[in-house]
């Protein structure tokens, strides 16, 4: 069973008591999803708006310090620890077309939303192809229909993701790790 919460009119939050990861010691870390449309600040293409996709520790497994901080600039919903922790600490960053690679347009998701695959440069110099939707409102209900769906798929797959590293340093590991607090 997913729970899914609309953080604000661009992020969704999705979660399952099923998504977790071991550190080693102590109770597994429960994991949640953050899906967030992202507009490009490309004027070339009609299609500018993207999803982004980080993964993050619940709010029950989110470091106390970090609970504190966000009540302090905050309320204390859980919706707003969620994007506190999000916005302030990240997330792993995942490619969520991993769960059907852009390309395959046969699948499903090809007739769930309006949409087209292009290339997506980084300042790294990485290429990645990613699915593109012309608007805000599109990209979010495929992320609600589609992505939020389809995530246990990547979850069934976690170590790997998390043993990426990240570009800023340190794997996925290591930012599941400082945000709750272990």
Known sequence: MLDIIELCDNMLYVESKRWQCNLGHGEPVKLGLILETVALDEDIHDDRFIVEAHIIPQP??????IADEAMAEKDESRAELIRYAYEVYGGVPLNIDAVQP????????SFVAESSIGSLRFSSGDEMEVRRF????EAMRFARDFY????SVVFGFIDTVLDNPLRVGGTGWDRIRRMAGR
């Open 134 to 137: 012309q608007d805000q409102g």
């Open 102 to 109: 852009a390309k395959a347009s046969c699948g499903f998701s």
């Open 148 to 151: 939020a769906v389809y995530a």
């Open 60 to 65: 029950e497994c989110i470091d106390p310090e």
